[in-house]
């Protein structure tokens, strides 16, 4: 007599593929979901870097550009006009605010110090520490002594804020 031999199974049945995709699925669902949290704070590190590396150099470039300026005859740094959002200096020099930008021009050429910027602002301030009206010209930027500069970047929904404070030491040597 001939036995019969079961039939060898060598596939997934239907439910079988369904139930192992309905799974894979649930699985895929659950780490993506532990998962966006994370990506997204590294995300939000790594642009608050960006903008701050950014920020940081702007600031130090304008600190040693005013820093390096030299007193003015009447006393006070050697600027021209000084607004709440401008700077110009004596020599022709200017850092301004314009667009999403700032911009350090210097004989006519703009160089772009930040991109993304939100606000850029300046105050300015009496040897007194009283905050002095702006704008001023150059007669009356012989009055200052501190100048406060704010700047505020933002991108991808993180916002950076900066700001320094820039002492003029006049002394019939210029500021320091």
Known sequence: MNRRHPPVR?????????????????????AASVMTPAIDSAIAASLTADLEQTASLAMDRLVVDLRETEAAPAGGPALARVTSTHITWSDGREALHRGDRLHLVDAGVPHTLARSVESFAVRAFASD??????????????QIRRIELSLVLARGGV???LRTRIAFRVSGGGPG
């Open 129 to 142: 520490g009283t905050a002095l009206a702006l704008p001023l010209d150059e007669s009356g930027c012989a």
């Open 159 to 161: 916002r950076f804020p």
């Open 10 to 30: 060598r596939a997934f049945t239907l439910v079988e593929a369904i139930a192992a995709i309905v799974i894979l699925a649930t699985a895929g669902s659950l």
